[in-house]
């Protein structure tokens, strides 16, 4: 198992309750190559987690939501920048 060397996580929540954390490296490559590579990812219709000894493929259907921290540097189509949350 490799060892967590920085704060980079990705939470996913389940439609079913369940949350998974995972830690993961960076992600390499210019601002350009990282933009498509989220785009690509956000367009199929599946998650693909590469484990040191297997790969995880998960469905779109089954996530309600996923956290990603600290988010890549990169342009990612339709979303918004928040500047901070609070309650009216």
């Known amino acids: 198992m490799s060892e967590v060397t920085d704060a980079r996580y990705l ?3 389940f439609n079913d309750g369940e949350t998974r954390s ?3 490296e960076a992600l390499g490559g210019d601002n350009a190559t990282l933009a498509s ?3 690509n ?3 199929s219709s599946h998650f693909i987690l590469t484990h040191e000894d ?3 493929i998960i469905p ?3 996530i309600k939501s996923v956290e990603i921290a600290p988010p890549p540097d990169v ?3 339709h979303s918004i920048k928040i500047l901070h949350n ?3």
Do not use: C, G, Q, T
Request: charged fraction near 20%; aromatic fraction near 16%; glycine fraction near 0%.
């Open 75 to 77: 342009n990612v189509s």
């Open 41 to 43: 990812m956000l367009a």
């Open 22 to 24: 995972y830690a993961y």
């Open 54 to 56: 297997r790969l995880e």
């Open 11 to 13: 939470r996913i929540h």
């Open 60 to 62: 779109f259907a089954s």
């Open 86 to 88: 609070f309650k009216l």
């Open 37 to 39: 590579r989220v785009n």
